[in-house]
């Protein structure tokens, strides 16, 4: 039997409208629910199956929580379910694959973002905010303001009207903590370790500059006063052309006199290890406690 050409995503009823038999509807591509189907071509994007479920969701929808983090470039990986958000209504979509959160959502906080109705950066920060660990929070944060997605002045405004929200206590506690300069999750993990330890907090792109004053470096943190250096090494910097560029770079910065600690994923467990090296290296930098000067 010749297969069927339904397109990216089609339901059931469509399908079979088309002349299309029970087995090419399932051999043409992945259920997502009952009645919907997506092309096997498109299945591997989190972006085509929203927009496949758009096909039976109400017209105000918008797709929140992890699924708005994922759709607006703030974390990589994508939730089991996909997740959307709907004003109070008397009857809400149930089905398999799909969670549904309750919101009284205004205009302001729904953006569209590649044809999709997506929560707002500041939105998704507050949603995200009743789940998350504290530091994970910061993290989705500071990908919200480094792609563009989120400003302080939408922050402000919506965690000013989100009294007894749920998250909000966290969500307000975390905002003064966040920098779109963080270029990677991990980098604003150990950021706020060290930021809401008893260290002084590190200034992140920090740039380095030899002794004519040129800058041959920007460390991931750092503390300038002390000449100490925070690094976070990725599977990228395992790549010979980066490996290369790394020694160039370290060895520039030592030659200024600069101390240079480097951490890799083993250290994304808790913060206790970057935080004890952190605080030995500032201590023989002449650091003593009280004194909180970057």
Known sequence: MEPLDLGSTWTWREARARGATRRQIAAGGEQLTRGLYLSHAEAASFRARCAAWTRLLPADAAFGLESAAVLLGAQPDPPAEVQVVLRPRPVLPQRRGLSVAVRQLRSEDVVVSGGLRVTSGAQTLLDLAAGLPPAELVAVGDALLRRGVLTRGA?????????????????????????????????????????????PPPEPQLPVCDRRGRVVAHADLGWRRYRVAVEYEGRQHADTGQF?????????????????????GRHLSGPAVVVERSGGALLSRGWRPGALTS
């Open 244 to 264: 290369g560029r790394d020694v160039d770079r370290y060895s520039l910065m030592a030659a200024d006199g600069w101390l240079v600690l480097r951490f890799a």
């Open 155 to 199: 922050l402000d405004a919506r965690l000013r009207r989100a009294d007894r929200v749920r998250g909000v206590v966290r969500a307000r506690e975390c905002a003064p903590l966040l920098d779109g300069r963080a270029m990677s999750r991990p980098e604003s993990l150990l950021r706020y370790w060290l930021a809401t330890s008893d260290l």
